[in-house]
Antibody
Framework: EVQLVQSGAEVKKPGESLKISCKGS????????IGWVRQMPGKGLEWMGI????????RYSPSFQGQVTISADKSISTAYLQWSSLKASDTAMYYC????????????WGQGTLVTVSS | QTVVTQEPSLTVSPGGTVTLTCASS?????????PNWFQQKPGQAPRALIY???NKHSWTPARFSGSLLGGKAALTLSGVQPEDEAEYYC???????????FGGGTKLTVL
């Protein structure tokens, strides 16, 4: 069974750093892209960027370039999304997704990680 | 900046048929944008329904279908069930920019 299991909810202060994770199982982790999607409270879905764990090829949406870092450790089938200095506006639910880039097929979603940034 | 537009809200009666659409600010949507459709219910992660315009995942109910209609991607629900009440999002993939763009979502009410 394909699963993407994300790390738990986080509460942070502005200026703090954070790294959240997404662990894939039930499939060959290095054969599919992993994407990250943001959903701010009461709002729609936003494409942040994608990574190919096989070679760490990473592509960011212009809106998120320089704001976050996407990485992966294929040895433990885990992708990451990190911030070096959080802002209140980073408060959101973050989802990871499995993506076949050929045909741009998103099939599986993680359960989401809620990040709350508040002083 | 590319904008993908969906109807903000639609209402349908149980057993009825409804079509949701997905337009691109860059022009007509074609199969080359590989439209995907997702369903999200309150408090849940989104669930994939349709990929590459009209292909269903193994878990997608038969009453959901995807197509291209009048220069837009379309999701049609036939024989709507009360449990279909949800937010629906489309995703278009812009290969040149190598990124996807989600539509703003359509809130479907079954009434």
């Amino acid at each position: 069974e394909v699963q993407l299991v994300q790390s738990g909810a986080e509460v942070k202060k502005p200026g703090e750093s954070l790294k959240i994770s997404c662990k894939g199982s039930g499939y060959s982790f290095t054969s599919y892209w992993i994407g990250w999607v943001r959903q701010m409270p009461g709002k729609g879905l936003e494409w942040m960027g994608i990574i190919y764990p096989g070679d760490s090829d990473t592509r960011y949406s212009p809106s998120f370039q320089g704001q976050v870092t996407i990485s992966a450790d294929k040895s433990i089938s885990t992708a990451y999304l990190q911030w070096s200095s959080l802002k209140a506006s980073d408060t959101a639910m973050y989802y990871c997704v499995r993506l076949h880039l050929v045909g741009a097929v998103i099939d599986y979603w993680g359960q989401g990680t809620l990040v709350t940034v508040s002083s | 900046q590319t904008v993908v537009t969906q109807e903000p809200s639609l209402t349908v009666s149980p057993g009825g048929t409804v079509t949701l659409t997905c337009a691109s600010s860059t022009g007509a949507v074609t199969s080359g944008y590989y439209p995907n459709w997702f369903q999200q219910k309150p408090g849940q992660a989104p669930r994939a329904l349709i990929y590459s315009t009209s292909n269903k995942h193994s878990w997608t109910p038969a009453r959901f279908s995807g197509s291209l209609l009048g220069g837009k991607a379309a999701l049609t629900l036939s024989g709507v069930q009360p449990e279909d009440e949800a937010e629906y999002y489309c995703l278009l993939y812009y290969g040149g920019a190598q990124e996807g763009v989600f539509g703003g979502g359509t809130k479907l009410t079954v009434l």
